[in-house]
Structure formats: C-alpha cells, structure tokens
C-alpha cells in the first residue's frame, strides 16, 4: 500500500523549533518531487516548500523563507521539513505530497502530486 506518513507535529511556544518528517512506504521517494504543505484553521491549503528528487531544487514561500528548510534521504527514504523561528501564523496542519519528477529538478506545481499524507498537526502558542 502506497502512503506518506508525516510526523514530528507538535505544541511549541513561539520562537521555537520542530522538525517534521515525511516517511513513504510502499514506494520509494527516489524519484520523486516533494512538497509539505499547511492548512491554517478556516484557511486554505498553501503550499509551504518544496524538493525536487535529487534535492537540487528547492523553494519556500515567502512566509517561511529564511526559517523552514527543506531537506531530503532518499537512503531513509524520508523528506525533512526544519521550522525554526516558529510563529503564531504557522499553526495548521501540515502535510506532504510527492509527484514524479524523473528530471530530478523538477519543482511540481500543485495539481501535479500523485500522493498526499494524512497531515500532522503544528500549534504555536504560548
């Protein structure tokens, strides 16, 4: 059975940090783009960051430019994503999503992600 499973969500004060993993079974990640995304309470779903399949290609948005990083071990067969500096504005659910990218450049646009995760939840609060 193919899944993404993310984990590593949490209740954090702001200024923290957590990192959260995104785990495939069924299916190896080699190969594929990756891209973590959140849904903010009575918000849309926004895309956050993403990595191409050789890690080459990265990119955040604005929001989190400068304190996410996004990272990837195909060994582990596991996708990073690093959040330092958490903000109030960060709370929501996260989740990640992988599409082919056989380029292994390749940053896919949001329509293009064969398979989605459950999500994990991240709340910043005091």
């Known amino acids: 059975q193919v899944q993404l499973v993310e984990s590593g969500g949490g209740w954090v004060q702001p200024g923290g940090s957590l990192r959260l993993s995104c785990a495939a079974s069924?299916?190896?990640?080699?190969?594929?783009?990756i891209g973590w995304f959140r849904q903010a309470p009575e918000k849309a779903r926004e895309g956050v960051s993403r990595i191409s399949s050789s890690g080459k290609s990265t990119d955040y948005t604005d929001h989190v430019e400068g304190r996410f990083t996004i990272s990837r071990d195909n060994a582990k067969n596991t996708v990073y994503l690093q959040m330092n500096s958490l903000q109030s504005e960060d709370t929501g659910v996260y989740y990640c999503?992988?599409?082919?990218?056989?380029?292994?450049?390749?940053?896919?646009?949001?329509?293009?992600?064969?398979?989605w995760g459950q999500g994990t939840r991240v709340t910043v609060s005091l």
């Open positions: 999503a992988a599409a082919k990218d056989p380029s292994g450049s390749y940053l896919p646009r949001n329509w293009e992600y064969d398979y």
């Open positions: 069924g299916f190896t990640l080699d190969g594929y783009a």
